[in-house]
Structures are given as structure tokens and as C-alpha cells.
T-cell receptor, first 115, second 112 residues
Framework: LAKTTQPISMDSYEGQEVNITCSHN???????ITWYQQFPSQGPRFIIQ???TKVTNEVASLFIPADRKSSTLSLPRVSLSDTAVYYC????????????????FGSGTQLTVLP | DTEVTQTPKHLVMGMTNKKSLKCEQH?????MYWYKQKAKKPPELMFV???????INESVPSRFSPECPNSSLLNLHLHALQPEDSALYLC???????????FGEGSRLTVL
């Protein structure tokens, strides 16, 4: 089981780049890495998913080293509204396998953006 | 339409009541999920439906009974709940085999 480990909390200031790292030492060959953002009393929101190297979209970048045992979510120029909990999930996206690994949320990282 | 709609937003029930939570999506997703989230904790997976069939049950007590009447609807029937079942219940949907889950705003359940 690809258990994930993230820092419990991080603080940053507005306008800075924030990097949140997730460790997943037991990641399997077919596993993807997915990140979600969650605000209080709301459902999680998908941020980004990747398999290897670098993935970028309009809100974030995901860096995955060659050994894939960790990944880093990068949020450019954060604002106060980016204060939220960020979750890293690892799994193969295959529901038919009967596995819930990619659907299992770890403890998450509470990011607080300060003015 | 990229929304997952959950009703009711808030529900208070006694331990002997029977109630249901409802979830609806019109994105053509054929996978739907129920999660439970306690305060300051991550969401915990309860059930997964794939093509309207129950695919994953994470050893959830029988007082929670899921139902997927069609590809757009997902229900969670509640009966004889305990106070410790009070939580935010989240519904999500996705394309089967896709990694992006779309979550609803949740139903806040309080069991007295």
C-alpha cells in the first residue's frame, strides 16, 4: 500500500511560491499521484495529477523525480485565498481492481497564507 | 454542468430515525462515491459505485445503506445511527478510470 506522508502544516506569505512535498516510498508502477485542495466545510477540489517528471496546469505544477518516491506540488504566487488543506493521493485509478488506494486521503497539509 | 449536488445541506436526526442523503450529477460520470469526514480529519471512503453497481464497500456498518438508482443519482440511506456518526458526508463522481473526482459541498449530519 502506497502510504503518503506530508508535512502537517506550512505557512507562507502572499506572493510567494509554495512547495508542498509528499513522500510515497512504496508507490507502484501503475500508480498516479493526485493532489486535492479543500476549504473548510467544502468538498475537496482536484488540483493536478501526474505520473512522472513535470505536469503543469493553470493553477499548479507537479514535480515527480525519476524514482517517483516523492512528489512536490508547487503553487506560484499564493494569495490569502489559497489557505486550505492540500492532500496527496497515490493509486492506479482503477476502480475495477477493487482497490481504494487512489481514493484514500492522507492526513494532508494545512497551508496558511499570511498577508 | 460540472456540479455534484447534495441534499440536504444540513440534517439533524435522532438515533431511531430513518433518513436519506441524496447526490446528483449530470456530467455523464459512471463512478460515484460516498465519503465521510469528521472535523479536522481527512475524508474517509465509504462506498464506490461503478456503472451503478457497488464496487467497493470499506467495511461500513449496515446502518448506512447506499443505493444507486441510475447513473445520475446516488443515495445514502441512514437508519439507527449513533452520535459518533455525526460528520460531513461527501458525494463525488468521476469517469471510470479517471483520477479526477468531482465533489459536492457535502451534507452536514448531526445525530442526537
Amino acid at each position: 500500500l502506497a502510504k503518503t506522508t506530508q508535512p502537517i502544516s506550512m505557512d507562507s506569505y502572499e506572493g510567494q511560491e509554495v512547495n508542498i512535498t509528499c513522500s510515497h516510498n512504496n508507490i507502484a508502477t501503475n500508480d498516479y499521484i493526485t493532489w486535492y485542495q479543500q476549504f473548510p466545510s467544502q468538498g475537496p477540489r482536484f488540483i493536478i495529477q501526474g505520473y512522472k517528471t513535470k505536469v503543469t496546469n493553470e493553477v499548479a505544477s507537479l514535480f515527480i523525480p525519476a524514482d517517483r518516491k516523492s512528489s512536490t506540488l508547487s503553487l506560484p504566487r499564493v494569495s490569502l485565498s489559497d489557505t486550505a488543506v492540500y492532500y496527496c493521493l497515490v493509486g492506479d485509478n482503477l476502480i475495477s481492481s477493487g482497490s481504494a488506494r487512489q481514493l484514500t486521503f492522507g492526513s494532508g497539509t494545512q497551508l496558511t497564507v499570511l498577508p | 454542468d460540472t456540479e455534484v449536488t447534495q441534499t440536504p445541506k444540513h440534517l439533524v436526526m435522532g438515533m431511531t430515525n430513518k433518513k436519506s442523503l441524496k447526490c446528483e450529477q449530470h456530467m455523464g460520470h459512471r463512478a460515484m462515491y460516498w465519503y465521510k469526514q469528521k472535523a479536522k480529519k481527512p475524508p474517509e471512503l465509504m462506498f464506490v459505485y461503478s456503472y451503478e453497481k457497488l464496487s467497493i464497500n470499506e467495511s461500513v456498518p449496515s446502518r448506512f445503506s447506499p443505493e444507486c438508482p441510475n447513473s445520475s443519482l446516488l443515495n445514502l440511506h441512514l437508519h439507527a445511527l449513533q452520535p459518533e456518526d455525526s460528520a460531513l458526508y461527501l458525494c463525488a463522481s468521476s469517469h471510470v478510470g479517471a483520477g479526477e473526482l468531482f465533489f459536492g459541498e457535502g451534507s452536514r449530519l448531526t445525530v442526537l
